[in-house]
């Protein structure tokens, strides 16, 4: 069992940055492939960003590439979503999620555990 808890939203200019956490309780992050997703008022939720267990190896939905960056700190079990260079398309509540098995990352329903997620609001 995991337990996910999503921190670090709130209201940013166009422009600026904003770095949301994702402390895990139970199993470890470690050993989990962790992913952000974020969903939108009236849409479906979407995929930002995966990071593999064991390998790191990353993956951006295109609308965020060059401007956000996932990583994770085993040590604190915590990932992070830092995001620069926001848009107000980026406004939506962020979820942390983590998955056992490692296929199709950047689909919600290959994940097993979901934060409550976190409102990222961009001002224009």
């Known amino acids: 069992q995991v337990q996910l808890v999503e921190s670090g939203g709130g209201l940013v200019q166009t422009g600026g940055s904003l770095t949301l956490s994702c402390a895990a309780s139970g199993r470890t992050v470690s050993s989990r492939h962790m992913g952000w997703f974020r969903q939108a008022p009236g849409k479906e939720r979407e995929f930002v960003a995966a990071i593999r267990w064991g390998s790191d190896i990353t993956y951006y939905a295109d609308s965020v590439k060059g401007r956000f960056t996932i990583s994770r700190d085993n040590a604190k079990n915590t990932v992070y979503l830092q995001m620069n260079s926001v848009k107000p398309d980026d406004t939506a509540v962020y979820y942390c999620?983590?998955?056992?098995?490692?296929?199709?990352?950047?689909?919600?329903?290959?994940?097993?555990?979901w934060g409550q997620g976190t409102q990222v609001t961009v001002s224009s």
């Open positions: 999620a983590a998955a056992i098995y490692s296929s199709r990352l950047s689909t919600p329903g290959a994940y097993d555990y």
